[in-house]
Every structure is written in structure tokens, then in C-alpha cells.
């Protein structure tokens, strides 16, 4: 009866099934016709072969691959899951739930999605580097490491230091805000198999059912990225210990190809620095060396954050082994010119064609255009739909923002959203394009471009007009301290902290309380000025010289001020990581800059008025909200800075007037945005330091401006450092082994005040005064007594007052120490 009653059916919709066949793979993809199929075979009316290929197309996942995905969670889960153990209030047991929850959810969320080939080990507890360092065992050896598997302790003492060692040094990750852990190698290193990491995700996505595809920091890149360790020559090759390393690596691949993998990924972003003739060769005859071990395996060299040169392209494309290449085609728009003038004939191309380090939703009909155009290169069946590197560097998921302005959100993506896009680009070059989503996009894009909260044409024309001066203070730097010093009455290496203080429990919960409407503004503000009052009291008894308020009412140095900017806009859980556990939520410019009113002079002048010492004016500088913040894609960075520069400007001005007379402007983040190809450095130290000199080039010479770096190698920018024309610049130095003086060592004249780190706060570990004080005499074998400040190496929020205190104790101990003995020596 039944079949009776579905022949019925079939034959009624004869008429229509039979101009159909062969169904096109749209139709096909549509349940009601898919139904029809299924009946229509069951009763001899389409043949076997149309049946399979309908069965295929509705089974088969579609070319698309994620590079990486964010590790924290959409709500922070492994954030606090670390920092309570960290903190002995929870075991490894729960740590280790907490992981495996995150990383089967990222799992099934991308299976779920449709993506084909989906990343592991790309989850970590810190960072991706430290993670290959712990694999090849390279353990320095003041961690007293005794070989096996390296454990929790060792792993995290390497990345943060403990009560008796330093951590191992932290520096940027290309030219993003993430930082990773630098490898310290030499030629005593001794290599082993000590984490199986890799192997252990990928079985475990695997017995959820998902097939993945492992990824591996290359081993070429994990050496350049390394530097010599302390003791080791600066001349040692680094690149000499390749044949100690690809053993390991050959282990960690025969274990996968064991477990089941059929592809691994090898993440080999050094690819697009400008590399030598010798570096290149390296990546030859690293993968001529591993061919062996990688047969049976489709290999994928995974490339991103810059176009590739001509060289290195061509070198990629030779290597033995390798069957597929991925690029980044944002951020290397002029790779696609290399792929399309020759791209080897039967090989994979991973398109990068979905941002992975911006939100804004993309123009998928241009994408799709791009994609089409590749086709004809590479083949349909080799070409993977990807996003242009991990979207580690983006926000994890806009489901979560439920307060964010409707018209905006409407032009956003995040990591989640991506996958989707991703998805539905390679079901578009499939055949299966989702006609609703591509309109949906294109009208959000449409409704972007015309929105008038976007433009604002003072503010463009006070930019544009700012391009017929360089904004130097009138007098020079030498002249300037000289009227400072006469003005603030300073001693010998004077002290001073960076800016923030512990952010508490109880700090937190005013500011959440106030932000939600549960306490008044009178109450917020006046437990706002008990902090302060704190913190400059604990400074005054420590005496320290030039005090900070310790900014008790800010969430995030770039947030706070994004706030109060026009043309920014924020989340409620944007939240990205910037190393170990600590994120940043980097607020969105979606339209022009300006400042409506005064941000800072009510609080810098309150905890003026509290003491008889020099407060600082503490601000965030125009490159540093630029890099820190996700940045308007649709006109010139640099345009967007001049007006950031504009704003700041304003600020610097009201707080002199307010009578503050040390006003520090941090560029935090200047160095991190330099671009990887030196021909691109120029144009950019350009703009990003004449965005600074705009800042402050107004004010007097005896108002004293600082500036603020951390956590990035600046030995190959100092002199545009210099340029930036700041009295004072105080810049990260300890953890990575005082490189920043061999500048000075090397005949740099610096003749401004500088104040190299003298300990590193992003440790929980407490220097002594003997140990400070060493530094403080390294530094004064380079520079001169009258130009050195003696200050940490970074702000104070994440730390605890238990630590903070006797720090700070022992650096000023340490400074009159010094004052002491040159005293003596005069």
C-alpha cells in the first residue's frame, strides 16, 4: 500500500523529474528533491550512478580546513581553570577537564560545521612554541628537568619562572599581540621525545569520532624562532642543530601515521620574513630528511601574516614530500600573482581567503571570485577553501555578544562565525551556494558602506591635515631634561613603576557593580579614590620618586580609552589571549575617531592633589590603541592613527593645563606592528612615529613625556625609537637576558632618559636586591648616571600586592644602594 501510494507520487511528479536528470548538485542538496530521488531509484526511475552521486554530495564534507581556533573558550573557561590552579585551588585532574572539554567542543563545532579537515594540537596550556619545545625536550637545564614526560611543573616553570628561577623569555608573535615563549638552544642542548601532546589529541578526537589533521610547529621555523642561550656565542647557528631535532620529529610523525592520521600540518610561518639563501636551503633539506618518515601522509606547509617572497614561494613549492601549501591571501594578496604564474600541477592549494585576525564579516562573492579564479590553477579537486592563519587572533564567538548595537554585529564575524563562512564558501565553489546567506552578507556589507555613524568630516580633514608637519617639539631632548629637572628636582636614578597596580577582587567587583547599575556613581567614586589613596601611600613609603594613581578604574589600557572615543564599539566576551592566561578584549573601530570630552584629568588630578611627589598622567598612545584594537578595514591603517593621534592630543594638552607635569603616553605596541618584510619597515616607523610626536608636540619643555614598550626585540628599530622624541622611555629588558643594552654596547648614542626593566613582572617570582642591583650596574657600564630610571619591566595589574610590595621594596633598595656607592666613588 505504502509503495503503491509512493510510486503514485513519483509518477505525478514525472512531468517535472524528467527534464531534471541528471539533477544539477543544487537541486539534489534540497530535501524535496532529495526525497524524490531516493523514491524515484527504489522504483527503477533513476539509474544506479545518479543515485550515488546524489548520496555522495549530500554526505561529503566540502574543501575547507580552520588553521587554528582559540583556546581560551567562549567564556574564559581555561582562563580561570589555570589561574585557580596556578593558585593550588584546584588539582591537575580539574585542569585537565576543563581542557578536554574545550578541545571536544571546538571539535564538534567545526565537524558539525562541515569543515573537512579539522586542526589538533593546536590547543595548549600556554603557548604553541613552549608546547614544541616541551616535544623536543629542549628543557634549559636551570629547571633541573631529570628527562620522561615533562610534567605540569616544569612546563609552567619554563613559561612563568617559580619562586628560585626565571622564566624563560617572552617576546611577540610576528606582528600580532600574541606572544609565545622564545626557545633558548645551543650546541649542548640535549634533544628527546618528552611530550606526546600531538599523538594524544589526535586519539582523542579521534575516539569522538572526528578525524583530524595534526599540526606541528615546523621544525625550521622552531629554530629560527629560537635564540642562543645564555653563555652560547650570538654567532651559533642555530640552524646546526636541524639534525638533532628532525629524529624527534620523524618519531612524533610514525606515532601519528600509528594512530591513524592521514594528513599532518606543518606550521612554517618564517616563510614569508626575507630569508637568506641559507635559511631557505634549510627548509630543503629539512623536508628532504623527513620525506621518508611522511610517506603515506598528505603533508600541509601551512604559511601566514604576510605575502611570501618569490624565493621562498619557490622553495616552498619544491620541497620533497609535501602535498598540499596553504597561504594567506589577506594579509598576502600578492601571493595569489606567484600562485597564478606557477603553481605545481597536482598539489593542494589551502586558500586563505576568511580573515583570521580581523571580525569583520567577509565580502564573500569577492572571496568566491578569488576562489573561482584558483580553480583554474590549482584543479576543483585541489583547492581548500581556509582562513588565513589561526583564528587564535580573533574573538571566539558574536553569540555571546547579546548588548552589542544590532547594526554592527550585523557586520561582524568571530572565530565561530568564520567556520561558517568558511563552510559556506566551499559549498559555493561545490556547486551549493547558499543563496540567502551570500544576500544576507552583501547586505550587511551594503548597509556598513553607507551607514553615516562610519564618517565624520572634521575629523577626517583635521587627519588629512596634519600630512604638511613632522610635530617636533620645538627644543631638544637635552634642553628639555635640563628644564625638567630644574622643575621636578629628581634624584640620581630616579624610581618609578609603569602605571597599573594589583587589580584586587574587590576592585573588580566595584567596577562590575558600577557598569551594571548596582552602586552609585558617588559610591564608585569614592571607593575609586580610596584605591588610589592606597596605592600612592604604599608608594610613598617605599619612596618611590615619581608616583602612578595605578589606575584603579581601568579594565584594559586600550578598552578604557576606546570607551570614550567615538567610533568604537565593544564586546561583552570578545575576548582574545595575549599569552599564558591573560586576554585582552580589544575594542572594535568601526568609523572615525574623536574625542568628545576629557578622559583621564579628573583621576590624574585627584591623585595629584594626594601627594607631594610627581603623579604621572598615565595614557595610551595612538599605535598602541591602533594595534591592540580590531582595526576598520576599509581605508589606510595609518589614517586611522593620525586621528587616534588627534584625540590623544587633546588629552595630553587638558592634563598639562590640570597642572600634571610628567605625562606618560605608552606605545606598548609600536614594535609589534611593524611589518615582517623589511621594504615594508620605512613606511611604517614613519607614520607610527610621527603619530606619537602628534601626541605631545604641543606641550611645554618642562612638562616631562615618557613613553612605555614591552615585550619585543628592539634592537633593529632603536633609532626610530629615538626619533619618537620622548624625554623618557621605559622598555622591557630582563626577561630577555638585557639584549636591549648590547645596542648601547655597540656605540648607540642615546642621550634622552631611559629605564631599562629591571625585573619581570609577568613572573610571580620575587628578585632580590643584590639581583636588581647587578642589573641596575650592567646598565650603568652602557649609559650614563643622569639619563638611567630604574623601574619593572611592565605594568603591575596582574600581579598580587603579596608579590608587588616586596619587589618594589627590594628595587628601591637596591637604587639607593647604587646612589650610595657612586656618591662614594665622587
Not at 619562572?161 to 617576546?171: F, K
Not at 576543483?380 to 548588548?403: F, G, P, Q, R, Y
Amino acid at each position: 500500500m505504502i509503495s503503491a501510494c509512493l510510486r503514485g507520487t513519483v509518477l505525478a511528479f514525472r512531468p517535472i523529474l524528467a527534464p531534471l536528470y541528471p539533477l544539477p548538485a543544487k537541486a539534489r542538496l534540497e530535501p524535496k528533491w532529495r526525497m524524490l530521488v531516493h523514491i524515484s531509484y527504489l522504483h527503477g526511475m533513476v539509474n544506479p550512478a545518479q543515485f550515488k552521486e546524489t548520496v555522495l554530495i549530500n554526505r561529503r564534507k566540502m574543501a575547507s580546513h580552520i588553521v587554528g581556533y582559540p583556546r581560551m573558550g567562549p567564556k574564559r573557561e581555561l582562563k580561570f581553570a589555570l589561574e585557580s590552579f596556578w593558585d593550588g585551588k584546584s588539582s591537575a585532574e580539574d585542569l585537565e577537564k576543563v581542557a578536554t572539554d574545550l578541545r571536544s567542543s571546538i571539535w564538534k563545532q567545526m565537524s558539525g560545521a562541515g569543515i573537512k579537515y579539522i586542526p589538533s594540537n593546536t590547543f595548549s596550556y600556554y603557548d604553541q612554541v613552549l608546547d614544541t619545545t616541551a616535544m623536543l625536550g629542549a628543557v634549559p637545564e636551570r629547571y633541573s628537568w631529570t628527562g620522561g614526560e615533562i610534567g605540569l611543573s616544569t612546563y609552567f616553570s619554563m613559561a612563568r619562572g617559580n619562586a628560585t628561577v626565571r622564566a624563560m623569555e617572552m617576546t611577540k608573535w610576528f606582528d600580532t599581540n600574541y606572544h609565545f615563549i622564545v626557545p633558548e638552544l645551543g650546541p649542548s642542548t640535549k634533544f628527546s621525545y618528552a611530550s606526546h601532546k600531538a599523538v594524544s589529541e589526535y586519539k582523542e578526537a579521534k575516539a569522538l569520532g572526528i578525524d583530524t589533521v595534526p599540526v606541528l610547529v615546523g621544525p625550521v621555523s622552531y629554530l629560527l624562532l629560537s635564540k642562543p642561550a645564555k653563555g652560547v656565542e650570538k654567532s651559533f647557528s642555530l640552524l646546526s642543530l636541524l639534525g638533532s631535532i628532525l629524529p624527534i620529529y620523524k618519531e612524533v610523525v610514525a606515532e601519528l601515521k600509528a594512530a591513524g592520521a592521514s594528513w599532518i600540518q606543518f606550521d612554517e610561518p618564517t616563510l614569508v620574513k626575507d630569508l637568506g639563501a641559507h635559511e631557505l636551503a634549510a627548509f630543503s633539506s629539512a623536508y628532504a630528511e623527513l620525506e621518508s618518515a611522511l610517506l603515506g601522509l598528505n603533508v600541509l606547509i601551512e604559511t601566514y601574516f604576510a605575502d611570501i617572497p618569490a624565493e621562498s614561494y619557490k622553495t616552498l613549492t619544491s620541497l620533497s614530500g609535501v602535498t598540499a601549501y596553504g597561504f594567506d591571501l589577506i594579509r598576502g594578496a600578492k601571493t595569489l600573482d606567484l600562485i597564478r604564474s606557477s603553481f605545481p600541477s597536482g598539489k593542494y592549494l589551502f586558500a586563505g581567503v576568511v580573515d583570521g585576525r580581523n571580525i569583520w564579516a567577509d565580502d564573500l562573492a569577492a572571496s568566491l571570485s578569488t576562489l573561482q579564479s584558483l580553480e583554474a590553477v590549482a584543479g576543483k579537486d585541489k583547492l581548500v577553501v581556509s582562513t588565513s592563519c589561526s583564528l587564535m587572533h580573533t574573538a571566539v564567538d558574536l553569540i555571546n555578544e547579546t548588548k552589542l548595537d544590532d547594526e554592527i554585529k550585523s557586520w561582524l564575524a568571530f572565530a565561530a562565525q568564520k567556520v561558517v563562512e568558511v563552510n559556506a564558501l566551499a559549498k559555493a565553489l561545490a556547486g551549493q551556494k547558499d543563496e540567502a546567506y551570500f544576500a544576507a552578507n552583501a547586505a550587511a556589507l551594503a548597509s556598513r558602506k553607507s551607514s553615516p555613524r562610519v564618517t565624520n568630516e572634521e575629523v577626517q580633514k583635521a587627519a588629512a591635515a596634519l600630512k604638511g608637519s613632522d610635530h617636533r617639539r620645538a627644543t631638544n631632548v637635552s634642553a628639555r631634561l635640563d628644564a625638567q629637572q630644574k622643575n621636578l628636582n629628581l634624584p640620581v636614578l630616579p624610581t618609578t613603576t609603569i602605571g597599573s597596580f594589583p587589580q584586587t577582587v574587590e576592585l573588580r567587583r566595584v567596577r562590575r557593580e558600577y557598569k551594571a547599575k548596582k552602586i552609585s556613581e558617588e559610591e564608585y567614586i569614592s571607593a575609586i579614590k580610596e584605591e588610589i589613596s592606597k596605592v600612592v601611600k604604599i608608594q610613598e613609603e617605599l619612596d618611590i620618586d615619581v608616583l602612578v594613581h595605578g589606575e584603579p578604574e581601568r579594565n584594559d589600557m586600550v578598552e578604557y580609552f576606546g570607551e570614550q572615543l567615538s567610533g568604537f564599539a565593544f564586546t561583552a566576551n570578545g575576548w582574545v589571549q595575549s599569552y599564558g592566561s591573560r586576554c585582552v578584549k580589544p575594542p572594535i573601530i568601526y568609523g572615525d575617531v574623536s574625542r568628545p570630552n576629557p578622559m583621564t584629568v579628573f583621576w590624574s588630578k585627584t591623585a595629584q592633589s594626594m601627594t607631594s611627589r610627581p603623579m604621572k598622567g598615565m595614557l595610551t598612545g595612538p599605535v598602541t590603541i591602533l594595534n591592540w584594537s580590531f582595526v576598520r578595514n576599509d581605508q589606510p591603517r595609518f589614517e586611522t592613527c593620525y586621528q587616534i593621534a588627534l584625540a590623544i592630543k587633546k588629552e595630553v594638552e587638558d592634563l598639562e593645563a590640570a597642572g600634571i607635569q610628567v605625562i606618560q603616553i605608552d606605545e606598548a605596541a609600536l614594535r609589534e606592528g611593524l611589518p615582517l618584510r623589511k621594504s615594508e619597515h620605512a613606511f611604517y616607523l614613519d607614520w607610527a612615529v610621527h603619530s606619537f610626536r602628534i601626541t605631545n608636540c604641543g606641550v611645554q619643555d618642562t612638562t616631562q613625556i615618557h613613553t612605555h614598550m614591552c615585550y619585543s626585540n628592539f634592537n633593529d628599530i632603536i633609532h626610530s625609537i629615538i626619533d619618537m622624541d620622548a624625554d623618557v622611555i621605559t622598555i622591557e629588558n630582563s626577561r630577555s637576558d638585557e639584549k636591549l643594552l648590547s645596542v648601547f654596547r655597540e656605540g648607540v648614542k642615546y642621550g634622552a632618559g631611559i629605564g631599562p626593566g629591571v625585573y619581570d613582572i609577568h613572573s610571580p617570582r620575587i628578585p632580590s636586591t643584590e639581583e636588581i642591583a647587578d642589573r641596575v650596574n650592567k646598565m650603568l657600564a652602557v649609559l650614563d648616571t643622569n639619563i638611567l630610571w630604574v623601574n619593572p619591566d611592565c605594568g603591575l595589574k596582574t600581579r598580587k600586592y603579596t608579590e608587588v610590595k616586596p619587589a618594589l621594596t627590594n628595587m628601591v633598595s637596591a637604587t639607593k644602594l647604587i646612589r650610595t656607592q657612586l656618591a662614594s666613588a665622587k
